[in-house]
């Protein structure tokens, strides 16, 4: 595991069914499909031989149709499922390798989880259902409220810990849920479709305030998602899952400017590329425009290899000379007016 890597797992396997090791064998063997499982096995491959890893702070989004495998595959990181097959590691250490105690410990002090069901005690006032990870450490009571009542401040609920749960709306539930998962100041944070079910004004409210949190705590995210505008807003990198197998995984500028496959191709269709492209993935070679057009001027456009298309068709508008890309203060690139038409229509779905 690499130094700054905070989750790693290598070759996961999960079969439902219980043929399920004489099923994988079969697949490992004469390369089944899925159907061919179900058929010969009665069992249902739902996570396929995969691998990845999660940098520290990053947050990484799984995202795929229904039926994926996506929600499967992220419930094996703390052992709610056990893998047929496979690695997990988090902070270094061997999550197959645990014990029931060890394993009880590890989750309450290095995963948090926050799912779609808010999944809040309504016995207890939200202030107790944020303390809850904490009272299972054994944290004093007085201690574990000033943590919890400091949480809530921060996901802006500081004002309703004397309150129960069905006198808060959703979107407040939600985050409640947050702050609980929180609590417990996690390694690593699981989040499985937790916005999913509300409203989508609420959902994007809820999608910046965990983006604010996010630049605050810097969590370890594993985010999934059915939905690719959340993932792109939130992710800074995207995995895309089909038939419980990772069809594609990288920025979402790499899976909008280059697709894997059709499926991948068909999910994005949709995206608008003007905050997703950056000017680094738009530009021609500053070399081969010197030997065509001579000297670069002193007096172009300049900007950072990091600026977004929008920006760059925004500044094309005013002035029809090629913009000079630049990066570390160096001029590495040329953008032209035809090269962002070019880009434009190649991400708009032609009927």
Not at 118 to 130: G, I, K, Q
């Amino acid at each position: 595991m690499a130094q700054d890597t905070v989750v790693e797992i290598s070759n996961v396997w999960k079969i439902f069914g219980a043929r399920a090791e004489d099923a994988l064998n079969a697949v490992r063997e004469r390369g089944l499909t899925k159907a061919a499982v179900l058929a010969e096995f009665n069992a249902v491959v739902g996570v396929a031989d995969v691998s990845l890893s999660v940098n520290r702070g990053e947050i990484f989004c799984i995202m795929g149709l229904s039926g994926s495998g996506k929600s499967t595959l992220v419930r094996h990181f703390n052992r709610l499922l056990e893998p047929t097959a496979g690695k997990i590691e988090i902070e270094g250490t061997d999550v197959m390798a645990l014990g029931t105690r060890d394993l009880q410990r590890f989750r309450n002090q290095k995963i948090g989880m926050v799912f779609q069901n808010f999944a809040l005690m309504p016995h207890r006032s939200v202030l107790d259902n944020v303390a809850m990870p904490l009272e299972i450490r054994h944290v004093p009571k007085n201690e574990r409220m000033r943590q919890a009542a400091a949480i809530l401040d921060i996901v802006e609920l500081g004002a309703w810990g004397a309150k129960f749960a069905h006198e808060l709306s959703g979107g407040m539930q939600q985050r409640v849920g947050l702050a609980r998962a929180l609590a417990a100041n996690p390694d690593v944070l699981l989040m499985d479709e937790p916005f999913s079910a509300l409203d989508p004004l609420i959902r994007r409210q809820l999608q910046d305030e965990f983006i604010r949190l996010s630049k605050i705590l810097k969590k370890t995210t594993i985010f999934i998602t059915h939905d690719l505008d959340e993932a792109v807003r939130i992710g800074d990198r995207i995995a895309i899952m089909r038939d419980g197998m990772m069809v594609q995984m990288g920025t979402a500028e790499d899976i909008v400017m280059d697709p894997a496959d059709d499926y991948v191709a068909d999910f994005v269709a949709g995206i608008s590329r003007l905050k997703v492209v950056h000017a680094h993935a738009v530009m021609q070679p500053v070399d081969r425009h010197i030997q065509m057009h001579g000297p670069l001027s002193a007096d172009a456009l300049r900007v950072s290899d990091s600026e977004t298309l929008s920006t760059l068709i925004n500044l094309a508008i005013d002035d029809e000379n090629p913009i000079i890309v630049q990066a570390g203060g160096t001029d590495v690139g040329i953008i032209t007016r035809a090269d962002l038409l070019r880009t434009v229509i190649e991400g708009t779905e032609v009927s």
